[in-house]
């Protein structure tokens, strides 16, 4: 079983920065990917970014220039740094693990991100 903590959301003003964490424990499979996805009131749960097992990263467009997502292996977390963010950034960011042997995906608990004009 693996159990993601995630922490860093707050409220923000528009045009400034967050870096959310996400740490992961439990039996872990090495070979999985991680990363982050967000759903905003009324739509739909929205990719933002992630990290392979390979090395590959990918982001949603809306995201591409602003955001970084980055891992530790050693400490098997991983971060989400949001830079320039915006009003439309408002959402619940939800951090996966996804165990690519066995099949399984895992969820945090999500973490509110608020961003006023």
């Known amino acids: 079983q693996v159990q993601l903590v995630e922490s860093g959301g707050d409220l923000v003003q528009a045009g400034g920065s967050l870096r959310l964490s996400c740490k992961a424990s439990?039996?872990?499979?090495?070979?999985?990917?991680m990363g982050w996805y967000r759903q905003a009131p009324g739509k739909e749960r929205e990719l933002v970014a992630s990290?392979?097992?390979?090395?590959?990263?990918n982001y949603a467009d809306s995201v591409k220039g602003r955001f970084t997502i980055s891992r530790d292996n050693a400490k098997n977390t991983v971060y989400l740094e949001m830079n320039s963010l915006k009003p439309e950034d408002t959402a619940v960011y939800y951090c996966?693990?996804?165990?690519?042997?066995?099949?399984?995906?895992?969820w945090g608990q999500g973490t509110q991100v608020t961003v006023s004009s």
């Open positions: 990290w392979t097992s390979g090395g590959t990263t």
């Open positions: 996966y693990l996804r165990d690519l042997h066995y099949g399984r995906s895992y």
């Open positions: 439990g039996r872990i499979f090495i070979i999985n990917n």
